[in-house]
Structures are given as C-alpha cells and as structure tokens.
C-alpha cells in the first residue's frame, strides 16, 4: 500500500512542494490537501495587481480542481485542520473528517498582524491576506470614501495604491519616518513618497494609532497624539505572524514559527513544514523565492532522496504598482567596514546604491531605473568578486564591455533592427516578437526560440534586459541553484560533492543516485558528468567516449564540411627544421587543402577526411608530435616569447620555462579550455596577462597570473604571487590548475571561476596553506599518469578503430 | 524497390553511438540506443547538413555536433522548436545483426 501524505495550508508553499514531489516521485503517496480557504490554490502574490483592476481571480488561480483530480489529490476546501493527533498519526478537520498520515507537511501559511488597540475588532477593519479580505476592499470602495491604511511597507502600500485606483480617498498611516525601511534607505524612501503623492496618495508619517472608532463599524482612527481622522475602511497592513497555532497545540517546537532543519522537518520526523509559518536558521521568510526553495529541498526529501538541503536564502524586493520602478536586495544599509556606491540623478529621478565590503555586494538599493536590479542581485548571490568592473558597476551591466555590444546603451532605446546576438543575427525585434507572440518568459526559451545568446552567450546580459522590458514586473522566479541541464534538479556543485562523498564511480552510479530524471541524460549533462567521474577518479574512471563531443571523440576540430582539423603540439612553440619537415611531408602525403600558423604557436593543417585521421597520427607520430589538444576541453597551448636566450631584454629562459610547464601539463582534462604562457620580461610578447596561467619574468623571480581570458569577454589576469625559482613555478601552476580541475563548474573558464569564488579564496590554498598546495600538486601529477597517453598514438594503433572506419554495405 | 540490407554485427556499433554507412548518393548514420534499438537515418542534418552521425546519443535523439539542433531518431525531424527533417530509413536487428531498408 502507498503511504498516505497529509498537506495542511493549501497555500503557495505547500502546493509547490507537492509539484516538485510529483516531479521526482509520482507514485510515492497517496496525498489529500487540506484548505482553509475555499478556492483552490491561488497566486497569493497577484491579490495586489487584482485589487488595482489590473487582474481577475481566475487569472491568479495556480491550479485549478482538475489539477488535484489529474494527479490524484484529495481536496477538502473550506475545511481547516484544528488537530494534529501526532500519536496515532492522524489529522482532524474542522467538518470532523480524520485523516491518517505517514508523513505530514505543514504549510499554513501566515497571519496579518492586527494591532491590539480599542476597536480594531470592528467591522471594517481587515488585513491584507486573502482572496475574502480584497473582496471586502473592493465592497467597501463602492459605498465608502475614505481609507486609511496602517502600514507603510510593502503590503500597505499596495493595498494604499489599489484602493486608490478603486476611487477611495486613502491615507497611509506609518510609524516610522521613512516608507519601507526593512527596504529602503532614506533617499530611495523619500523618492518613493514623492511618487506616490504625485499620485495622490497622502501620508501621516511618524504616527501611532491608538485607538480604533466606531460603535458598529468603524468610523475613524485616533492616534498617540489625539488627532483624529475619519475613516469608512481601515486596513492593517503591519506585519505578519507565522501561523503556527495548530504546530504548537501539536506540540511541536516553535519559536517565531515552526522551527525546522535544513531538511526542512520538524521536531518531528514525520512532519515537514515549508512556507511562512516556517523558522530556519533563526529566519522566517516573507516572500516566494525562498519559499520555493525550501519546497525543492522538502519534496526531494519526501521523495526519498534525502540529498538536498537549505541553507537559507537572500532575497530581493520590487514593488508592485504601476509606474514605479524599485528593487532592492540584501544589506542595503551600511555597517563599519562597508564601502557604499551611489548614483544620484534628481532630474531623472533615478537612484542607485550598491553596498560593497571586499569588492562583494551585500545589498542594493534602486530607484528609478531597476533594470539592472536582477544583475546585482545575482553578483550578490553568487558572491562575485567585483573588483574588475567596479568602477563601471553602477552604469549597469550593459556597460561591461562584451565584445561587440560595449557602446550600447538602454535595450528599451535601441531600435527593432539592432542585432543583439552577433553569432546568430538575432535583432532585438526578433526577440521581442517571440517574447510576445510565444509568451516566452526565461533566458532558455528565448534561447530556444530565436537562438539569441545560445552560442557565445556575450548577449547573455541584453537578451535578459529584453526580456525583462519586454514581459514585464511580472511575477518571475530566479532559483538561486542553477541546475546542470532539464535531466535534474541539481546544480554542478550538488553532483561534484555527490561524487566526491559517495563515491560514485560511472555514469550510471550518478545517474541512479541523484535521479536523473532521462535515462541516458543529455548532450548537456553527459560531458559534464564524465569530466567531474574523470576529474575525481582519475584511475579508477573509465572515459565515456559516447558522452564526450565529438571533437574529443574524434580528437580534431569537426569542420562545418564535417571534414577534421590537426593541430600537432609543439612544446612551447619551438621546433625544428626537421619538424617542420615531417609536417610538410604529412600534409602533401594526405593532401591536406589548407596549412595556418594559429595564434596558439603552431600550425593548424585543416581539411582531413575522417577516415584519414589515424594514418596521419602515425606518421606524426612516428615523427615525434603528440596530440595538440586545439579540441578539447583541455589544456590547450603553452605561448612563449624569445626570452633570455635571444632577446636583448629578457631576464629568465621563459621558453624553456614554458616547454617545461607543457611537459607537465599536457593532456590534462579541464572544465574548459586552458591556456598558458610565459613571457621573458613584463613587455609580455607572450600575452601571459590574457591567459588562465600566465608567467611574466622579471630579474628577480617570476610573477604568477591567473584567471585571463581573450576571447569573448577579455579579461585581464589576477596577479597570484611573485615566486623565485622555476620548481616553484611549475608546483604553483600544478595546484592552481588541479583546484581548478576539482572545483569549477564544466564549461566555466578560469575567468568566471576565478570572479565567482573570489581570488582571496584561491590565494588562502594556494600561498597561505602550504601543505594544501602541495597535496594539490600531487593530485595533479597522479591525474597526469593517466592522461599523459597520447590519444593519436593509440589511435593510430588501433584504439576506438569504429570511430574512423565507415561500414559497407556486405549483401 | 528497397530491400533489407546487412549493414554489421550490432556490437560493431557503440552503445550511444552510431556508424556511418555509405551509400550510392551519399551517407547514412546507423544509431544504437541505449535500449539497443537501432535506427538509420541520413546523415545530413536539416539545418546546414552537419554529421548526425557525429552527435550526442540520448534516448531516440542525436544532437547535432555542429549548431546543436535535436534531431528525433524515429521520424528525422527536429525537435523543439526548430523546424527541419531528415530522412529516415527502417532499420532492424535480427539475430545480432543490423539491417537496413534501402
Ligand atoms: C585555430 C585557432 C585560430 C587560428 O588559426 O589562430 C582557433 C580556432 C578555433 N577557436 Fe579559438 N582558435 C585559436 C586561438 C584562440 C585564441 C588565441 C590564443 O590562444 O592565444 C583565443 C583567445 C584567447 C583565449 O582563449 O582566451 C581563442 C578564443 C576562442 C574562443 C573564446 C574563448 C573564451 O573563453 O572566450 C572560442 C570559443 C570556445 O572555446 O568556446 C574559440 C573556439 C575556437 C574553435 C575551436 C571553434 C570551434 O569550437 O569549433 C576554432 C576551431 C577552428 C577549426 O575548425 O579548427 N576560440 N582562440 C587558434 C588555435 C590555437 C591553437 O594552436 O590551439
Ligand atoms: C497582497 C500580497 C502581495 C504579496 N506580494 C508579494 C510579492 O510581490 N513577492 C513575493 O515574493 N511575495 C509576496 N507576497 C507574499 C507571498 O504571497 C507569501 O510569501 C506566500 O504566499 C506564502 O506562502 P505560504 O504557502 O507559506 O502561505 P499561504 O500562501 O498563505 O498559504 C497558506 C494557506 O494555508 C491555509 N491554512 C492556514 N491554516 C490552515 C489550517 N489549519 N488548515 C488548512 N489550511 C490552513 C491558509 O488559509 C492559506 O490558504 C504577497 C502577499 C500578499 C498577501
Ligand atoms: S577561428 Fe575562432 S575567431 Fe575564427 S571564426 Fe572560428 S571561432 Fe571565430
Ligand atoms: S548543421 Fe546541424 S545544427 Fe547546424
């Protein structure tokens, strides 16, 4: 028999958990839904823009009846549950109806905070929570005239703005001096109220109720001082108290709310909490984001899977009225030690702040212009070292310099015909027109759609920004986790530390243990899952050649005629009349179309048919070459300039150093690419401040740089340390390499890496913790046992012969 | 007319993976599944003719090594939202061995 789930609180936390729990787990419970409420679950969220004309119930209804009935949920609405019997496991409703349970998931929700003044039991006074109390908003706006709203953050000032729309007089009423100060500072406080008082809304600032008027409904409000004021509708709009009324007569641990793990259970096993009625960590939480996410961690534990966690979460804010643009996230009021940036423009009544504390931001705080509030908020999740773009920051991430887009401005100013993806000529009128006409709502189905930033991905930002002025405020949900692919919930960092701490040593070890949710994953998941299975298990791993892509099964260049590229490593660009020789002999002996120095230092020979492949490797072979890697997510070239030997200015043998550093490195698999050069003085012919590990020679040592990128976005190198002699460089490169092999995400650069864990991080192994840096070098140098095989070499001897080999036709 | 023809032994084919067949006017690429279903389609991708052959196996799809395009093994045609087909031939195992209708 199937085990029998109870949700309580068939609200927007508790619905959400049994989506994801039907994602991962159909079959696994017999589920029935208690609801307070009448309806079926609703969007909670859009109770603002419905009261404001702007929405109708049905448009905001989640799921409707058919959904429960479709996935087989029993629905009891209007039928609250006042018992949890935790002994014999069972929950008893208002009607009388009992239900049992094997696991329990509360999700009540929270309570408007009602001020405990005289008559604020009255008729006509009400929160602001439900779908009962704006049809008791929008009853009251048609015979009354004057509203007075106690409350000026978030809640209160939506209700102020949709009774407003609704022909009321309205006044709201705030203790504090400033509007939302739990999210906004002064100025974008007071930016704020002036907007709203142009449009027509008046505020009492500073002011405490104190009582409530009316004999049989309420006629006013007087305040701590004695004034009064007239009132047909007052609505309470201070704050919210976790509903956990039912949880404690259970007697379950609660303290603001329902305490719970990161597992999001109860003192009691059995029973789950998700939602605001929920404690975790010392936090309630207000607002969806969170809340969605702790619904992810709660249905993979109710599914058994017992392997995600929350850890909290940070979250931002916007307000939902018409006309006003406000976003803010974070810390967004200064402590010692922290550094501000600010961006004042009264004309243009625009207002920016970032709060920074070592180059991290800790909060922003927008007004005006919150086009680029998603951007720091992620900066700010991810923990993004800034340092580089500082100074550029507040003018927004379009400012940043992408190779091709650096001049332009506001996306909301350029014209139809402007092409935003370079790679797939995607204008932006294109990309509008399938926001509109497909009702497209994320980055992937943009990307799926037009193609825009599915190649390079440089207009990742832009088509964001177009995406976000083309759809809206409308209600949008960031996960903070990104997951690998649509195969899983998983993000890289959840299936590295699966690999690592339960030892899963092939493909399908991972896929049975994370629940893959594809048999055979996909050509997104594949590769990645076979580098980390390789990254962590050098020895004991065997490489998946049908997960690789072709380049690395084939190991060339795959052309667009499908024809091969062969790119011949030469250690540190330095070769001989002879190598040279043998070169030429290849390429007339295979007619080869095309021969090019490439900007690796080395030469490229294009144009090979496939089966011709392992012929020419044996000969390259035999001729001394090894595999160039120009394919693979691999270490690629080492650049070297003339140095010491020859040039009047050099001061170390950098081509020799960078020989060096080849013969250790090559063959590595990597996240990405990997590239590396040594230049013999800091005139840097070699370009080592471009590169992920770059050597600039100097009379008394060796600089060490890390984290450069040409390409797409370039990005100058983060200088690591300065080391004396060339051993150390060669253990330095080895640990900064493996720890980028362990812990970067497939298919991040060093770049990106380097900006997303902060170089403070990578300096406190590398240089502080000696003994770290050692263990990494050795784990590097184990690794390079295996990979150090040359693949054409096998190749040419036989290894994966099917791969080059076309089938006849026998009868 | 088409007939039945004996491509080769099925674990001359990886798993995940596919060969390439040539034929008179051309290629055609002979998948496995990981389920061991084989499949034939031609090897020229609907977008701009890219190796099928050369992709990534999941499921009945390959993706395209060159632009990324999912093609359907079954019918031949692009999945999502691309639009495209690629034609398909019958393709069957018969005591070990692949054949297909061409
Ligand atoms: C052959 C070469 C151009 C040349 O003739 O000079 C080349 C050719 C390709 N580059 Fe490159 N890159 C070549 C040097 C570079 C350089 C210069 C360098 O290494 O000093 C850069 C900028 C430096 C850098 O990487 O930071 C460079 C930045 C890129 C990028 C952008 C990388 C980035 O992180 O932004 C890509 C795209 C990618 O890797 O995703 C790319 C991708 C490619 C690919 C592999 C495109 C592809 O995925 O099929 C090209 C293969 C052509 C072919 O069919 O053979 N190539 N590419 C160079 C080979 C060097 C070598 O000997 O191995
Ligand atoms: C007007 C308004 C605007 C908002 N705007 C935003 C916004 O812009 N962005 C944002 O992120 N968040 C916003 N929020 C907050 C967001 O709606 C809540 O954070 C979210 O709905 C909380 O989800 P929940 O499941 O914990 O609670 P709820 O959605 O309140 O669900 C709890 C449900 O449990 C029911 N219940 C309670 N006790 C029992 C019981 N004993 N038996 C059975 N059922 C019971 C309740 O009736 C309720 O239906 C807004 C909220 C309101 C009211
Ligand atoms: S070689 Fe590099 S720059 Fe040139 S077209 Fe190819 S990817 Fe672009
Ligand atoms: S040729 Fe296949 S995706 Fe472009």
């Known amino acids: 028999m199937k085990e029998r789930l109870v949700l309580v609180g068939n609200g927007m936390a508790g619905v959400r958990t049994l989506e994801e729990l039907l994602k991962l787990a159909p079959q696994e419970y017999e589920i029935t839904v208690f609801g307070a409420e009448p309806y079926p679950n609703y969007n909670r969220i859009m109770l603002s823009p419905v009261l404001a004309g702007e929405k109708s119930i049905d448009e905001i209804i989640l799921n409707d009846r058919r959904w429960y009935e479709d996935n087989g949920i029993t629905l009891h609405t209007g039928d609250p549950v006042v018992e949890i019997d935790r002994v014999n496991r069972k929950v008893i409703a208002q009607s009388g109806l009992e239900v049992p349970y094997d696991r329990l998931l509360l999700a009540t929700g929270s309570n408007p905070f009602i001020i405990p003044v005289p008559g604020s039991d009255l008729p006509g006074v009400i929160g602001f929570r439900d779908i009962a109390d704006v049809d008791a908003m929008l009853e009251a706006a048609k015979t009354g005239n004057k509203a007075v709203v106690i409350g000026g953050g978030l809640l209160g000032l939506e209700a102020a703005n949709g009774l407003q729309l609704n022909g009321m007089d309205v006044t709201v009423v705030h203790l504090m001096d400033i509007l939302m100060e739990r999210q906004l500072d002064r100025p974008a406080a007071e930016m704020l109220r002036k907007s709203l008082e142009e449009k027509g809304l008046k505020f009492l600032m500073e002011t405490q109720t104190a009582e409530v008027l009316g004999e049989d409904h309420v006629t006013g409000l007087r305040f701590a001082d004695g004034e009064e004021i007239e009132a047909d509708l007052v609505v309470m709009a201070v704050g919210i108290r976790a509903n956990m009324d039912l949880a404690q007569k259970a007697g379950l641990y609660c303290e603001r709310g329902v305490v719970v793990n990161d597992t999001m259970q109860t003192y009691d096993p059995r029973i789950y909490a998700v939602g605001e009625c929920v404690q975790h960590r010392g936090e309630c939480y207000g607002l969806v984001a969170p809340l969605f996410e702790q619904a992810k961690v709660a249905a993979n534990h109710l599914a058994k899977m017992g392997i995600a966690r929350y850890e909290g979460s940070v979250t931002s804010t916007k307000l939902k009225v018409t006309g006003i643009d406000l976003f803010s996230a974070g810390e967004f009021n200064e402590e010692d030690g922290d550094e501000t940036l600010v961006l004042q423009d009264p004309a243009q009544n625009v207002y920016k702040k970032l709060v920074v504390r070592d180059n991290r931001i800790r909060g922003a705080v927008m007004f005006g212009d919150t086009m680029d509030g998603t951007w720091y908020f992620q900066l700010l999740r991810e923990g993004t070292d800034i340092s580089g773009f500082r100074s550029s920051i507040l003018f927004g991430q379009h400012d940043l310099g992408d190779a091709g887009h650096g001049d332009e401005t506001r996306v909301a100013a350029l014209s139809d015909d402007a092409e935003i993806c370079g790679c797939n000529g995607v204008t932006k009128g294109d990309i509008v027109n399938a926001i509109q006409t497909k009702g497209l709502f994320t980055l992937d189905d943009v990307r799926a759609h037009t193609k825009a930033s599915a190649s390079c991905g440089s207009c990742t930002g832009l088509v964001e920004a177009i995406l976000s002025s083309t759809v809206g405020e409308g209600y949008e949900e960031k996960p903070s986790k990104k997951p690998v692919c649509a195969c899983t919930e998983h993000s890289h960092d959840e299936v590295i530390r699966a690999i690592a701490e339960h030892e899963l040593k092939d493909m399908r070890a991972v896929f049975d243990f994370l629940e893959w949710k594809t048999p055979d994953g996909c050509a997104t998941c594949r590769p990645a899952l076979n580098y980390y299975l390789l990254a962590r298990w050098p020895e004991e791993y065997h490489d998946d050649p049908q997960s690789r892509f072709i380049n690395e099964r084939a190991h060339g260049n795959i052309q667009k005629d499908g024809t091969y590229s062969v790119v011949p490593r030469m250690f540190g660009g330095l070769c001989t009349p002879s190598d040279l020789r043998a070169i030429a002999e290849v390429c007339e002996k295979y007619n080869v179309p095309e021969m090019k120095v490439t900007g690796g230092q080395r030469i490229d020979l294009f144009g090979v048919k496939k089966e011709d492949l392992p012929l020419m490797w044996k000969d390259l072979s035999d001729a001394g070459f090894v595999s160039g890697h120009a394919y693979g997510k691999a270490m690629r070239t080492v650049k070297t300039c003339a140095g010491k030997k020859w040039c009047r200015f050099g001061t170390q043998d950098s081509t020799g150093l960078g020989v060096q550093l080849e013969e250790l490195t090559w063959g590595s698999w990597m996240p990405h690419k990997f590239k590396l050069a040594v230049s013999g003085c800091p005139r840097n012919c070699a370009e080592a401040t471009i590169k992920d590990f770059g050597v600039v020679c100097v009379d008394s040592g060796y600089e060490l740089h890390i984290g450069g990128n040409g390409g797409i976005k370039v990005r100058v190198t983060d200088l690591l340390c300065k080391v004396d002699t060339e051993e150390e460089v060669l253990e330095y490169c080895g640990a900064f390499t493996q720890m980028y092999r362990e812990e970067a995400h497939y298919l991040e650069r060093t770049a990106p890496w380097v900006e997303r864990v902060g170089l403070a991080y990578i300096k406190e192994r590398i240089l502080d913790d000696e003994e770290e840096r050692k263990a990494l070098y050795e784990r590097f140098k184990i690794g390079q046992k295996v990979a150090q095989v040359d693949p054409w070499k096998a190749r040419a001897e036989g290894e994966a012969a099917h791969e080059f080999v076309p089938l006849k036709i026998s009868a | ?102």
Not at chain 2, 51 to 80: F, M, R, Y
Request: aromatic letters at 6%; proline letters at 6%.
């Open chain 2, 1 to 102: 007319m088409t007939d039945w023809k004996k491509i080769a032994p099925l674990e001359d084919i990886p798993r995940l993976g596919s060969r390439v067949v040539e034929i008179e006017d051309g290629s055609i690429a002979v998948f496995r599944a990981s389920d061991d279903q084989v499949f034939a389609v031609r090897d020229a991708c609907p977008h701009k003719n890219g190796p099928l052959s050369q992709g990534i196996v999941a499921g009945h799809t390959v993706t395209c090594p060159l632009h990324n395009w999912k093609i359907d093994l079954e019918s031949g045609e692009a999945l999502g939202p691309d639009e495209g087909c690629t034609n398909t031939y019958a393709a069957k195992v018969e005591d070990g061995i692949v054949y297909v209708q061409l």
